[in-house]
């Protein structure tokens, strides 16, 4: 469901990379560190809370949608979902579901409660 490219982790069927590294059409993004969301890309897609880290890092011309926590978003028949990861504010992992299977990518992620 998701293959390595030299641009990232892609979804053919979705038609969506994953953190990024390069510019793409459409970046979902875990979190707003520089190593997971590339500069240059046409939208970006990331959970609520982490909207503004994201618009902040990036700079506010660019497009960046955001949705909550745990609400479930069809691209092109795949359903993708944002769950807390507990690494900085906003960070998430990234749950996709096609075909009868489930795959997450966990960017970075903390289990230790904090202050945030």
């Known amino acids: ?23 793409v059409a459409k970046a979902v993004v875990t979190h707003a560190h520089s190593d997971h969301a590339a500069f240059g890309s046409v939208s970006y897609l990331t959970a609520e809370p982490g909207r503004q880290p994201l618009r902040t890092r990036l700079g506010e011309e660019n497009h960046v949608d955001a949705i909550p926590y745990g609400e479930r978003l069809r691209i092109n028949g795949v359903i993708l979902s944002f769950h807390p990861a507990g690494h900085i504010l906003g960070s998430a992992q990234v749950r996709i579901e096609f075909g009868g299977e489930v795959w997450v990518v966990s960017g970075d992620y903390k289990t230790a409660p904090d202050s945030t």
Request: hydrophobic share 50%.
């Open 1 to 23: 469901m998701i293959i390595a490219t030299d641009a990232g982790l892609y979804c053919p069927a979705g038609d969506f990379y994953i953190d990024p590294w390069a510019p």
